[in-house]
């Protein structure tokens, strides 16, 4: 496993702090590297555009990372967008045969890690051209996380931030 570093994403929505893994030695976080990825393919703009207002105006304002977000388990990971139809007080979204996979993992209502994705492009994750490597990844990132949550990671729900005890970064060797 590589050296990585859990950094904030963003923090400025109402109710969801988003964070990402930056590796060491890359210049972009993995995040990042799903929308550039996404980005240059122009097919793909419109369903990213949906994935964003799902994670900043739906999560992050209005709801928070409630659990109906996060029924597309894979191994440690879910990929968003949720599948099927989801019901969320007044809000209906219908994510069926969407293409993009974007790998989180959910620490509470208020923190969920990010991490990469990518187009599906087949039956399953494991399937799909570029899918599966990142996927793995994530579920690397996803086991190593979950451990130190577990030892040496302090979660403040009150400033819905995760803490390194010592006061530093919280980097994963």
Not at 124 to 143: F, M, P, R
Request: aromatic share 10%; proline share 2%.
């Amino acid at each position: 496993m590589h050296t990585f570093e859990l950094k904030i994403w963003d923090d400025e929505s109402r109710h969801v702090t988003f964070y990402t893994v930056h590796r060491e030695g890359h210049t972009l976080n993995e995040t990042d590297k799903f929308l550039e990825k996404i980005e240059q393919n122009n097919a793909y703009l419109e369903e990213l555009n949906h994935l964003l207002e799902l994670l900043f105006t739906v999560m992050g304002e209005r709801h928070g990372a409630a659990d109906a977000f996060f029924n597309r388990h894979e191994n440690q990971v879910d990929a968003l967008p949720p599948k099927g139809n989801v019901k969320i007080a007044s809000i209906k979204n219908a994510f069926n045969k969407f293409p993009l996979r974007l790998f989180a993992l959910k620490i509470t209502d208020e923190i969920v890690i990010l991490f990469n994705g990518g187009i599906k492009d087949a039956a399953t994750i494991q399937q799909c051209s570029g899918l599966s490597i990142v996927w793995h990844e994530a579920c690397q990132y996803a086991d190593r996380i979950l451990e130190e949550l577990h030892k040496t990671i302090i979660i403040d729900e009150e400033k819905r931030q995760l803490i390194n005890p010592d006061g530093g970064k919280i980097v994963f060797y």
